[in-house]
């Protein structure tokens, strides 16, 4: 049978050892995940108990491609709760996970061919959804010297050098897996310089709430010509809901209205219901962010001790990106081997930069304590 190209896209490998993890486990082995960014934590009482009332009294059915009403009034009202901004509810997409948001906004924004800018290491999905629209992926290294992060200056280098202009510019902060808050500042230099060189900038803030050093910015207190992706997933605890949102500039919502009717039609109307629950269960969500900032703490000081440095800020998300180069030289091997002999998975950095990722690991620390504090026992010990 024949294949398109793009059907070859790069395995989010993340995702395959998570399979591989969750084989082991229904074979009886004792696996910690430390792999997939995946809360341990349920989702909000509130939230449960509003999709239980829905359950009990409501036809679940379509809503309107960009969402129910009573949940883009929620996320606007929250971005003045939180960062006092104030966002028409009409600029609001709600969509699949913020991976459709991905899809939605990659697919109104660029043409085959354009080039999009993300960081190394980065977010592999960004690259693999790129790849599978034929959109090139322009990888911009990030490191102590920029500050894990973007800046005006690295993207006008890699234009330079490439003698291209760039299409688009994709930032997450927090990020995966580096833990990079970036700062306001950069922020705005960032959405300046996009803006005044007709460069579509997305900010993907799917780790807001779990920012453990420094402040947290959206860039809708910047600009309103971003394109803001965010999601229910990380500090709402709620990934298998497959709700997300966007923020759009206004002449964007009927080009994304018109692709997510035919690419979706709508968001899980159960997860709706429930999501809008979401935002008065902050007091629990915040005790959930303070676990993790216990397990931070914690990896931040066992995995050096193990041989396996820290690589990045870790000032945000849920990720401790280390150093294994002491052990290997080839860390999806090295994935493989700790989860068949040590029931530890984690993801290879290879999945994060395909550059220099066969000396990192990347370990999600959203599980519990105890498993944490077990999982680096075990690796201390096969190390040894
Ligand atoms: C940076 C980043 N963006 C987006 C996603 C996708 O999340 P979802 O589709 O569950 O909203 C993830 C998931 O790990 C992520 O790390």
């Known amino acids: 049978m024949k294949f398109s190209r793009r059907s070859a896209v790069e395995p989010f490998h ?34 449960l108990a509003a999709a239980r009332t829905a359950l009990e009294h409501g036809r679940i059915g379509y809503t309107d491609a960009l969402g129910l009403q009573a949940l883009r009034q ?31 906004a990659f697919l109104v924004l660029f043409d085959p061919g354009d080039r999009v800018a993300i960081a190394r290491p980065g977010y592999p999905a960004y690259r693999n959804i790129l790849a599978a629209l034929g959109i090139e992926t322009v990888e911009i290294e990030v490191s102590a010297e920029n500050g894990f992060t973007l800046t005006p200056e690295s993207l006008e280098k890699a234009q330079s050098e490439s003698g291209k202009k760039l299409d688009g510019v994709l930032l997450a902060s927090p990020a995966n897996p580096t833990g990079t808050v970036t700062g306001r500042d950069n922020l705005k230099a960032l959405a300046d310089y996009c803006t005044a060189n007709g460069i579509a900038f997305i900010s993907d803030e799917i780790y807001h709430g779990l920012t453990f050093v420094g402040q947290e910015t959206t860039a809708l207190e910047l600009t309103d010509q971003a394109v803001v992706i965010n999601s229910f997933s990380k500090y709402y605890c709620m990934t298998g809901w497959r709700i997300g949102w966007m923020v759009l500039p206004e002449e964007l919502v009927r080009p994304i209205e018109r692709v997510a009717q035919s690419l979706y039609i709508s968001a899980p109307e159960l997860s709706q219901i429930a999501a809008a629950a979401a935002f008065g269960a902050t007091e629990e969500l915040d005790r959930y962010r303070d676990a ?48 068949a002999e040590i029931n530890v998975a984690a993801t290879p950095g290879f999945d994060f930069d395909p550059i220099e990722g066969h000396r990192t690991m990347r370990f999600s620390y959203a599980g519990s304590y105890d498993d944490m504090v077990e999982a680096m026992d075990r690796i201390g010990a096969w190390l040894e």
């Open 74 to 104: 929620a996320i606007a009202d929250d971005y003045r709760t939180r960062h006092g901004v104030s966002v028409d509810p009409g600029r609001i997409a709600v969509t699949t996970g913020s991976s459709a948001g991905f899809n939605l």
């Open 292 to 339: 993790y900032r216990r397990n931070r703490d914690m990896l931040a000081r066992r995995l050096p001790e193990l041989g396996l440095s820290i690589a990045s800020p870790m000032d945000g998300a849920f990720y401790a990106y280390a150093d294994v180069s002491r052990f290997t030289n080839d860390s999806m091997a090295f994935a493989r081997k700790m989860l």
């Open 14 to 47: 993340a995702m395959d050892v998570l399979a591989e993890a969750t084989r082991r486990r229904s074979a009886g082995h004792p696996v910690i995940s430390m792999a997939v960014g995946q809360p341990v934590h349920p989702a909000p009482q509130a939230v």
